[in-house]
């Protein structure tokens, strides 16, 4: 079953133009002692900051029909051409894609031709493209109106204001002028980087990574359960070998021990899994042209705070584990993961996301986690 937002018409009168983003500004690192009680005061691990950069993938359906796709017949305004060219297409997806292409390109956000798959790769732009993973409803052969899977890739975009109404602005120009709805083969991700493509230091690496296994229950408690399962796209890192017997403290300790990025990599993921992580820190190898921890468990959605929302989450997340001295980190799991009263909202609100706390607060789920031999890990 898919729910659907009600499109308003492909092209809505917009006179926006492309907004670029600023390419200068750093985040302070923070100095003070930490207070895992009240959240939010830490040293740093490193002696500068990093510059937060991310990029969102949407997986969506569409309700599409080729007669919905009418190129404009009119001249535009003058200064306010197209540089995508109007055509009729032989097929749904193509003619889907170019029409994306434009509703984004007329709200002011920068997007590649779809016919111009040779630059998909360089994240300059917005990216209109399919996913085969995505399972659409079977239309009628005699039905001209099809369901066609689409993904929508951001560019590389700064965690400020700049960033976060570009995205908005982008998940806008699609849901208004688009049929969209999403089912339980679609994912939202979030990737994750330093400005850019520098990558991260490995103490940034470690400290992230341990935060995410040493509370994973209380992160699990913000998705459906079938975003929890290990033969899922996005299974959780405990499930992987080297975790699967530790209890979260243990776990937390086996990261703190690797010593170089391979190590890191060979245990926090798979080479060998077709089905990534629901953190995956593949792109994270030198072969790898992104440099980014891509965040993976989200349900699909096209709501825009959601998605804001969670953007928010993740790289604040990936903010902290940078600013945060390893051993605090380790404390704050050995003292608080199995503390009755300290769930996911209290784990944000550490954070210093207080406002997504409450975002949350009525929407968590509830999952009954097995107790490992030890005794912990149990509960809700």
């Known amino acids: 079953m898919i729910a659907y937002n009600e499109g308003k018409g492909l092209y809505p009168s917009c006179s926006q133009q492309s907004t670029c983003l600023a390419q200068s500004g750093t985040m302070g690192n923070a100095s003070s002692s930490p207070s895992p009680s009240k959240g939010g005061s830490y040293r740093t ?25 009418v190129p404009l017949e009119t001249p535009e305004p003058e200064g306010q051409s197209s540089r995508l060219p109007r055509r009729r297409g032989l097929t749904y997806l193509q003619p889907l894609r170019i029409a994306i292409a434009e509703a984004l390109e007329k709200r002011g956000v920068p997007v590649y031709d779809p016919r111009e798959s040779e630059k998909f790769g360089m ?58 709805g999403v089912n339980e083969s679609c994912g939202l991700h979030v990737h994750v980087g330093n400005d850019g493509k520098k990558g ?23 998705h459906p359960a079938r975003r929890c399962q290990p033969d ?12 699967e017997p530790l209890s979260p403290l243990q776990r937390v300790l086996a990261v703190e021990r690797t010593g170089s990025l391979r190590s ?32 993976r468990q989200h ?17 604040r997340l990936v903010k902290v584990a940078h600013e945060m001295l390893s051993t605090v980190y380790v404390d704050i799991v050995r003292e608080k993961v199995d503390v009755g009263g300290f769930g996911v909202l209290e784990l944000l609100g550490w954070m210093m996301l207080d406002d997504v706390a409450l975002y949350y607060s009525d929407k968590l789920h509830e999952h009954q986690w097995a107790k490992l031999p030890d005794g912990s890990g149990g509960g809700r």
């Open 45 to 69: 691990s490193l002696s500068g900051p990093i510059q937060i950069t991310f990029g969102v993938e949407l997986e969506f359906i569409v309700e599409f029909s080729r007669v919905d796709y």
């Open 123 to 180: 994240y300059d732009c917005w990216t209109v493209t399919t996913d085969a993973t995505i399972k659409c409803p079977i239309s009628g052969l005699n039905e001209d109106r099809r369901y066609i899977p689409i993904e929508v890739k951001t560019r590389i975009l700064r965690m400020d204001d700049k960033g976060i109404t570009e995205l908005r602005r982008g998940i806008v120009a699609i849901t208004e002028n688009f049929k969209t």
């Open 200 to 222: 991260f230091p490995l103490t940034t690496l470690k400290t992230l990574a341990g935060l995410i296994v040493g509370f994973e229950p209380h992160a699990n408690s913000l």
């Open 232 to 243: 899922s796209w996005c299974a959780p890192l405990s499930n992987l070998g080297g975790f």
């Open 264 to 295: 890191f990599l060979e245990l926090t993921g798979d080479p060998l899994a077709v089905e990534p992580m629901a953190v995956n820190f593949g792109n994270l190898t030198s072969a790898s042209r992104k440099q980014t921890v891509e965040f």
């Open 299 to 315: 349900e699909g959605t096209m709501e825009e705070e959601r998605v804001v929302m969670w953007v928010r989450l993740v790289t």
